[in-house]
T-cell receptor
Framework: EAGVVQSPRYKIIEKKQPVAFWCNPISGHNTLYWYRQNLGQGPELLIR????????DSQLPKDRFSAERLKGVDSTLKIQPAELGDSAVYLCASSQSGGGEQFFGPGTRLTVL | AQRVTQPEKLLSVFKGAPVELKCNYSYSGSPELFWYVQYSRQRLQLLLRHISRESIKGFTADLNKGETSFHLKKPFAQEEDSAMYYC???????????FGAGTRLFVKA
């Protein structure tokens, strides 16, 4: 099994441009997480989905970030417009349930110039 | 506020030496603690969790509620243990996981 799939793996954009990241969780995993990992730091939760419902988005900067998980499977995280400080690795993870083991994707490394 | 502190950014030891990666947490509830590992060019993965009380790849970690610590230990380090290690705290009921900043372990031959 491929595990959690993310695309693209790398993205370079200029500030004020929009960007989107895509995540396909492990089949059968109901819970999906988006994390942001800044250089030299651990992952920080942005949003957690239980099926198609966002149950924890308290750390998501809602003025420029949005996320969706249509049909409770794939998910997309969007930033519009991007700022220099958004440069980071964006990680997607999934688990069978909210309390289960999290399996991480390879991440998308975003560079905002 | 919940917080996880890993005081060492880099830990370098010789092969065969004991290794201890420190982790301290701040949480008023009953904690669930984890260690995650990321090997070079691989994705982040779970190494062990405190409730399992198991040894994985020779690593163990004991939750010390009095000292609010969850240090990761291995008696004899191997070169293949070189990786980035993250301590993490899961908040009870909310399933939010808080990660420390990580410690890079380098095991020298």
């Amino acid at each position: 099994e491929a595990g959690v799939v993310q695309s693209p793996r790398y993205k370079i954009i200029e500030k004020k441009q929009p960007v989107a990241f895509w995540c396909n969780p492990i089949s059968g995993h109901n819970t999906l997480y988006w994390y942001r990992q800044n250089l030299g730091q651990g992952p920080e939760l942005l949003i957690r989905y239980e099926n198609e419902e966002a149950v924890d988005d308290s750390q998501l900067p809602k003025d420029r970030f949005s996320a969706e998980r249509l049909k409770g499977v794939d998910s997309t995280l969007k930033i519009q417009p991007a700022e220099l400080g958004d440069s980071a690795v964006y990680l997607c993870a999934s688990s069978q349930s909210g309390g289960g083991e999290q399996f991480f994707g390879p991440g998308t490394r975003l560079t905002v110039l | 506020a919940q917080r996880v502190t890993q005081p060492e950014k880099l830990l370098s030891v010789f092969k065969g030496a004991p290794v201890e990666l420190k982790c301290n947490y701040s949480y008023s509830g009953s904690p669930e603690l984890f260690w995650y590992v990321q090997y070079s060019r691989q994705r982040l993965q779970l190494l062990l969790r405190h409730i399992s009380r198991e040894s994985i790849k020779g690593f163990t970690a004991d939750l010390n509620k009095g000292e609010t610590s969850f240090h990761l230990k291995k008696p004899f380090a191997q070169e293949e243990d070189s990786a980035m290690y993250y301590c993490a705290l899961r908040v009870t009921g909310g399933f939010k996981t808080i990660f420390g900043a990580g410690t890079r372990l380098f095991v020298k031959a």
